[in-house]
């Protein structure tokens, strides 16, 4: 259905309704990008392009997240909260330890990890729906990192986090941006290449059969999980990047609909069984670009919520009706 | 006597009333605090808007479906009665019923959304939250409506020694809500749907329209939570809403709600927000970090959903 979902079984859509549905994405956000650039000239100056490469490198790891256990047919509530527990994690290894920059970093990644490990464990054990076991354990992550910090920001972090946030390639491309799509090419890799990847996607699409042909679907379910979690803790780190500060604010809740924003946009099926890695990217972009704009125009934040809720729905529903007219015209061909 | 123990096991709120009695008596014991009038009336009062949005989340469990949106529809509705009342000038008596009223509208929106479409609820509640959280932040630009009609306010804080007016309103619904899905058809329609919704359809139960009437309910409760919410404070609130999604699912859930569906427990739900008004007036008696109700909440949450599938087990294997 997407130009990287694989077909487990039977191809449940034909593969150029998902190539169209990307094509249309791209074709939105390019007429935004024209809107909003003749609208307000500062929309592509250098440091706007910049900005907005750089919230465009954290939207989609968060995209990302919530992608690879969409892809088991589960979902993620604690994306947001594995993310803010990597932030300060980082700070607290960075500041208080005085552990050297990598070092730490490798360690809030594996605090990541380790908690969406956690996920998939309980999800896997008690055979709980994830919804339910990701709500009360972002609550509990949550819980457990404000407990410990106190909710008090780590703001002498070495210069040299805030620095590569702050660094420019060719004079508008931010670093993280680069290491967004490296993640996003593994990803494409892992799905689309590895056995690992296909195994992930045969239980997403059809947990009963992937078992019966010899795939450890609890197993695939743990790494999904882990991976989310290494994922979300990893655009927690960009946040900390980019602020030069571990600030306890970020993540939570806040990260619920972008996380699940552009994966769906991108044609991510809820119920499981494929990805879309571009779709992802795309959808994400789409997020970023509307945001930006809006503060350029002056709109104010106050309205992008409802901008970001509409979007979320027409983008559903014209998938939705985009499939049934496919479903239409293929069988009057017959 | 051993038999009766034994019943008394079997009913599934039982565990929440030991543990309500039990959690009761150590903080009477440890802190001479909380039994004195004042406490039970803060805790009762804290109570109100909790229970309520409990019920807004249950009814959907009922049929299975879930509602994301109870917290931004409750932001809503709690900012259009504030500028009803204050812009407007409009008398409690027409704001209150027009603002509930809107909260079912917009539950209706959900449903009608949920079943036409056939998209997965969860991402349409989440799609029209954001909407409806943009819509309030939009008409308020976060500021909130301070000048509430004086008698909305006297129910909100006048009390009967410890016994707040305020209660009077989830007392009512409680009691309404267990008829309903107990006594009415379209209650027991209702969870029909969400035990088995292909026997329900084939019985002759719209599906369709009992999953829009779930989630209207749940939008029209969702709105009364907002309007005691806004008693209870005084003012229009913007960030009404911003923290009942946890508290939303972890009511029916320790109250005994089944996730797939068909199985509510009104008395069970009340149950699970009495204790936790317990646990967060004990622990602000403690002193503890306001941190900890965040954390003991999520615990509870998987203790609860750990007991009920240990309960499944053992009474599917009995």
Redesign the interface.
């Known amino acids: 259905m997407t130009d990287d979902a694989i077909p487990t079984s039977a191809p449940r859509r034909p593969g150029l309704l998902g190539a169209s549905a990307q094509f249309g994405l791209f074709a939105i956000v390019a007429l935004l990008w024209l809107v909003f650039s003749t609208l307000a000239p500062g929309f592509t100056s250098p440091i706007n392009l910049f900005s907005i490469g750089r919230s465009l490198a954290i939207d989609i790891v968060i995209g990302f997240s919530q992608m690879v256990v969409l892809a088991t047919g589960g979902?993620n509530l604690a994306v947001g909260s594995i993310g803010v527990c990597a932030v300060m994690a980082s700070g607290f290894l960075l500041q208080d330890l005085g552990l050297p920059i990598p070092l730490a970093l490798a360690g809030a990644l594996a605090l990541g990890a380790a908690l969406g490990w956690l996920n998939g464990v309980?999800i896997v054990r008690?055979?709980?729906?994830a919804?339910?076991?990701t709500?009360?354990?972002?609550?509990?992550?949550?819980?457990?990192m404000?407990?410990l910090t106190?909710?008090v920001p780590y703001n002498g972090l070495p210069p040299e986090i805030g620095a590569f946030g702050r660094m420019r390639i060719g004079g508008y491309v931010s670093p993280l941006l680069i290491i967004a799509l490296a993640i996003g090419a593994a990803l494409y890799v892992l799905y689309r290449h590895s056995a690992l990847g296909r195994q992930i996607l045969a239980a997403g699409a059809n947990p009963r059969a992937a078992a019966m042909s010899g795939v450890p679907v609890d197993r695939v379910i743990v790494i999904s999980h882990t991976l989310s979690g290494l994922l979300a803790a990893t655009a927690g780190l960009m946040i900390v990047a980019r602020l030069g500060a571990a600030m306890p604010s970020v993540g939570g809740?806040e990260w619920?609909?972008p996380s699940?924003l552009g994966p769906?946009l991108g044609g991510t099926l809820?119920a499981g069984g494929s990805v879309a890695v571009v779709g992802t990217i795309i959808g994400a972009a789409l997020v970023t670009t509307i945001r930006s704009g809006l503060l350029v125009l002056q709109i104010?934040?106050?309205?992008?919520?409802?901008?970001?809720?509409?979007i979320?729905?027409a983008a559903?529903?014209a998938d939705?009706y985009r499939g049934i007219f496919v479903e239409r015209r293929s069988m009057g061909r017959r | 006597m051993n038999t009766i123990f034994r019943r008394l096991l079997m009913v599934e709120w039982s565990g929440l009333l030991a543990a309500i009695i039990l959690g009761a008596a150590v903080l009477a014991w440890l802190s001479p605090a909380f039994l004195t009038e004042f406490n039970i009336y803060v805790m009762l009062r804290s109570f109100c808007v909790a229970l309520l949005v409990g019920f807004a989340q249950m009814v959907t469990l009922a049929v299975g479906q879930l509602n994301i949106s109870v917290g931004a529809l409750g932001g809503l509705v709690a900012v259009l009665a504030g500028g009803m009342m204050e812009k407007l000038g409009f008398p409690v008596a027409v704001a209150v019923p027009l603002a509930i009223g809107i909260g079912g509208l917009a539950g209706l929106l959900n449903g009608v959304l949920t079943v036409r479409t056939g998209i997965n609820g969860f991402i349409i509640t989440l799609a029209t939250a954001s909407a409806f959280t943009g819509i309030n932040l939009g008409i308020t630009e976060s500021i909130p409506f301070y000048d509430m009609p004086p008698s909305l306010v006297a129910f909100g804080s006048n009390r009967f020694f410890g016994f707040p007016y305020l209660l009077i309103a989830p007392i009512v619904v409680a009691a309404l809500l267990g008829l309903f899905l107990a006594r009415t058809v379209p209650g027991r329609h209702l969870l029909a749907v969400g035990g088995n919704p292909q026997a329900a359809e084939l019985s002759g139960i719209s599906r369709d329209g009992i999953t829009m009437l779930a989630h209207a309910l749940s939008g029209a409760l969702a709105g009364a939570a907002a309007v005691l919410a806004v008693a209870q404070l005084g003012s229009a609130q913007p960030t009404i809403g911003a923290d009942w999604l946890l508290l939303s699912f972890a009511a029916p859930i320790i109250g005994g709600a089944a996730l797939t569906g068909g199985h509510v427990s009104v008395l069970g739900t009340t149950l699970a927000v009495v204790l936790i008004a317990l646990i967060e007036n004990g622990m602000v008696l403690a002193k503890v970090d306001p941190y900890w109700v965040q954390f003991v909440l999520g615990a509870l949450i998987l203790a609860a959903v750990w007991l009920n599938r240990w309960r499944a087990v053992r009474t599917g294997m009995g």
């Open positions: 979902m309980a008690t055979g709980v729906n919804f339910i076991i709500l009360a354990s972002a609550s509990l992550f949550l819980g457990a404000l407990i106190k909710a809740e619920l609909l699940f769906v809820l104010g934040n106050f309205w992008l919520q409802l901008f970001l809720g509409l979320l729905l559903v529903m939705r």
